[in-house]
């Protein structure tokens, strides 16, 4: 009873034989439809990006711990953009973009992005930021309204203690 013959690689083409067979030129059949060299040769390539995309815990960490230290130094440079107060326009709440928006896209930490979206744009958003500076100037956190003038209540207390020891430093 004969074995019907292998079909040809599936990568190369070339015809392939079973080892029980004998060395007549075709290409040993290894696994998965492929003659050995192109078995190999993918296993290599295959074994190298797995090698490259697995990083061990502290490159992972270490990955981490450099995006967080550049968020948070984007974060500390946009804030100081803002350490040197500017005057309140009189007019400034007439010209809001945020007017049409209801008050509890402000106070909802889920709306924040949509928030910052729609107070990027604003012409006075400057203004709605100082405006919020001086009304919550020594109120508690809970007192405070979570998104104005395009920040958070965490970020506006970060900028009030930039602004703070800027004063500190200039007496």
Not at 95 to 114: M, V
Request: hydrophobic content about 30%; overall charge positive.
């Amino acid at each position: 009873m004969t074995t019907p013959p292998l079909p040809p690689c599936t990568n190369c083409g070339q015809p392939m034989r079973r080892r029980s067979e004998p060395n007549d030129g075709r290409r040993l059949y290894q696994a998965r439809g492929m003659c050995a060299s192109c078995y190999e040769v993918r296993r290599r390539r295959a074994s190298r990006t797995l090698r490259r995309t697995q990083a061990t815990d502290a490159e992972r960490e270490q990955r981490r711990a450099a995006g967080k230290a550049a968020a948070v130094e984007a974060r500390r440079q946009r804030l100081l953009a803002l350490a040197t107060p500017a005057p309140i326009e009189p007019d400034w709440r007439e010209r809001a973009a945020c007017l049409e928006a209801g008050p509890y896209a402000f106070a909802d930490p889920d709306h924040t992005d949509a928030v910052k979206a729609m107070c990027s744009s604003c012409p006075v958003a400057r203004s709605c930021l100082e405006a919020a500076m001086q009304e919550e100037h020594r109120q508690p956190m809970a007192y405070r309204a979570y998104m104005r003038g395009g920040l958070t209540t965490a970020e506006r207390t970060s900028l009030d203690r930039i602004r703070r020891h800027r004063k500190d430093d200039a007496a």
